[in-house]
Every structure is written in C-alpha cells, then in structure tokens.
C-alpha cells in the first residue's frame, strides 16, 4: 500500500506520517508538501532514513508536479493535510486560502481520477459548521448540519468539502472526509493558541487573550485524530463525513491558566486584547458516527496530554525557538504589535 500524505510537514500531517510508519511497517508514505512557513522539514527528521518513507517539495496546486507524483508512485491513498490553517492569517490575506485549500483539492482529486485510486481522504474542520452559541450547551455540531462558515479559512475549507462531495457523486471518486476539532500536542506551530502561550510563558512575555476568553473550543490530543482518520481510509464508508471530537469543550482563559500552573508561570502574564473579527463562540463535536460506525473514541485525557505537551515544548525548545526567531517575529508585530 502506497499512501501520499499531503502537508506531512506540517503539525498533524507529521504526526500522522510517524504514526503510519510504525503502525504498519510494510507501508510505502509519500509526503508532498510545499514547505511554506508552516512545513518544517526539520520535523520529519525521525524517519528521513526509513527505507519505507519519501518526501518530495511540491505545491499541491502545481498540477505538473502532482500528476508527475502521481505517474512515480501509483499511490493507493491519498490524505489531504496541505492547507493554510491560521485563522488569523485568513483574516489579514484571503487570497492563499482559497488557492491552497480549493484548488489543490481540486488538482489532488483530478490527479486521482486520472490516474484511479482506492480513497481521497480529506481533512476537514469543525469549523466548517460556524459556531454554537455559549448559552446552548445541549446543541453539538452534527455531519448533517449546514455547513455556516465566520472566516476565509473555514470558508475555503467548507467549499473544499463541497467539491470533494461533488467528485464522488459525478465522477464516484472513492472519497470520505473527517471533520476534526480543534488538535494539540507536539510540533504545534507556535502561531496558534496552545503553542503561543506555552512559547510567551517560557519567554515571560504577555499571553494575548482575545475579546473576553470565553470563547469554547473542543480540544483533542493529535495522536487521536491521527487514528481515527488510520481507522477512515481503512474502514470508512466511500462518500461519508466523519466528525471527529472527544467532548473536551475548554473556554480559551482557562487554557491559558492551565498553561501558567503548568509552567509555573504568573497568571498576571495575561493581557486581554482586542478580539478576533468574526470570533467563533463555541465548537462542540458530536462523534457519534464515528464511534457507532468504526469503534473509535479518544484515549488520551486531556490532563495527561496537556502535560506531554507542555513537556515536548520543554525539552524540544530548539524546533520552536528557530521558528520563533525567524520570519515568524514580523509576523508577531504585525498580528500582537498594536492589538
Ligand atoms: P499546519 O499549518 O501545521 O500545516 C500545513 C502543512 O501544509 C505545512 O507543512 C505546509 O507547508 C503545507 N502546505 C501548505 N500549503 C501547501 C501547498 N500549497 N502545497 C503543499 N503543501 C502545502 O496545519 P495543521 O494544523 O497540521 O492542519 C492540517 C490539516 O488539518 C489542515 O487541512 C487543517 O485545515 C486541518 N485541521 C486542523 C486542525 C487543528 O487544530 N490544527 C483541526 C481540524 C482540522
Ligand atoms: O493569541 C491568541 N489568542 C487567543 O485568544 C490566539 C492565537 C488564539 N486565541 C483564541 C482564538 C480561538 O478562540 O484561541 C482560540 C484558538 O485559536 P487558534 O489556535 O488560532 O485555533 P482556531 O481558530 O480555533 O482554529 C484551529 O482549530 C480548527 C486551527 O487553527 C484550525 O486549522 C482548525 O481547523
């Protein structure tokens, strides 16, 4: 079986490439990835020498490039990581968000009707759904829900899970789509929630809370979204949506509070600053389907893997640390500098 594993150098795609390559050996993993701002190749270093891993430096847009991927591996399966994933940036820059996250799943799913392949699996969001209110907290977001989305990014991620739907009914490509909510854990890119606190805490810098903090997300450790979409290309249903979510709902203060004791850091680091636009309230995941249909649940509490997280950042400042030295320090200005 040969898997091509789009946006493997990124934080889920890495993490999911080192749990493919131990939990089936015999596995050829092809990871195709642009290397922008987010990819680090510096993560995929643990297996660079396995005889059974590949990395090639392309733009999933770059239609030569792919079906060239394509014509040299002959792949089985294709998992689509490769996106922009900030929010922030969506809201700053739209453009690189409708072209990554649209048309590369456009040209990785013609690639794939050109050349035949057993499934396209593409990663989704939760965000896709828009957001619930605080004050309902019986309503979940279901796959039958309309899709509602607040940002360019949830926006190109929502049109991409529209036209992912519409090559299986036109053209029967064999796809399913897993719509996961929000990840954490190591190779976190320091730009988002968990990664930035833990960075600006170690650096006894300001942790920017948006608006008031009481903003809900549903955090799930990466390793666990990584086996439920191992458990989809497997044993999913060809056309089927996937939400996957372990009921872990944490307003964003109280993260970053956790973050402080961990630390042992002074809550008076906290700065509240002015919010998001469009900030979505509430994210909450029912995952019964995947549940009822694969067998799948989450296995890591989110007590222990807050703590593994906080370790990793500790004993692995170096990965961070050159990120945060570099081109992301324009970035910090330009988001945080006057907020
Ligand atoms: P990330 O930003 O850490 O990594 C994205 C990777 O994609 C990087 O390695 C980058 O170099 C690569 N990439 C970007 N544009 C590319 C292009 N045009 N061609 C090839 N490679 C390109 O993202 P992440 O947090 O690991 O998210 C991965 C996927 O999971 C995304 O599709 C995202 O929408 C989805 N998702 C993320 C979360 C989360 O909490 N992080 C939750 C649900 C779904
Ligand atoms: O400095 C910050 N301060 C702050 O209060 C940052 C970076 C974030 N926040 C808030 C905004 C959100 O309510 O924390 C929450 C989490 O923010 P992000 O880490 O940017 O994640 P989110 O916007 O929820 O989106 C994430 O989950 C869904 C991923 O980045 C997406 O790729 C994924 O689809």
Request: proline share 5%; aromatic share 12%.
């Amino acid at each position: 079986m040969t898997i091509i594993v789009t946006g493997g150098a990124g934080f889920i795609g890495s993490n999911f490439i080192f749990h493919m390559l131990k939990a089936y050996p015999e596995y050829r993993i092809v990871c195709l990835d642009k290397l922008t701002y987010a990819g680090n190749l510096s993560t995929l270093a643990p297996v660079a020498d396995n005889k059974n891993f590949r990395f090639v430096k392309a733009d999933i847009c770059d239609r030569t490039a792919v079906f060239k991927l394509f014509e040299e591996e002959k792949p089985d399966v294709i998992v689509n990581f490769a996106a922009e994933s900030h929010v922030d940036r969506s809201i700053e820059d739209p453009e690189i968000f409708l072209r990554t996250n649209i048309l590369g799943t456009a040209v990785l799913m013609d690639a794939c009707r050109k050349y035949g392949i057993k499934r396209y699996h593409q990663v989704s969001t939760d965000e896709v759904y828009g957001d619930l209110p605080l004050d309902r907290p019986d309503m979940f977001f279901t796959e039958t829900m309309p899709l509602h989305t607040s940002s360019p990014y949830s926006s190109s991620k929502a049109s991409a899970d529209l036209l992912v739907l519409a090559y299986h009914r036109t053209y029967g490509l064999p796809v399913t789509i897993s719509r996961c909510s929000n990840n954490y854990g190591p190779y976190h890119f320091p730009e988002k929630l968990i990664p930035l606190m833990i960075a600006n805490a170690l650096n006894d810098k300001p942790l920017p809370v948006y608006g008031n903090g009481e903003n809900v997300r549903d955090w799930l450790y990466v390793e666990d979204h990584c086996k439920a979409i191992d458990l989809i290309i497997h044993k999913g249903r060809e056309g089927e949506v996937y939400n996957v979510g372990g009921h872990n709902e944490m307003r964003n203060i109280d993260i970053v509070k956790l973050v402080c004791k961990e630390l042992g850091k002074p809550e008076s680091l906290i700065t509240y600053v002015a919010d998001r636009k469009g900030h979505d309230m509430r994210y909450a995941i029912d995952p019964t389907k995947i549940h009822n249909e694969l067998g799948w649940l989450p296995e890591t509490k989110f007590a222990d893997g807050i703590k593994k997280t906080v370790k990793w950042y500790l004993e692995n400042r170096a990965w961070w640390e050159t990120i945060i030295s570099g081109e992301y320090q324009n970035y910090y200005e330009k988001m945080y500098g006057s907020r």
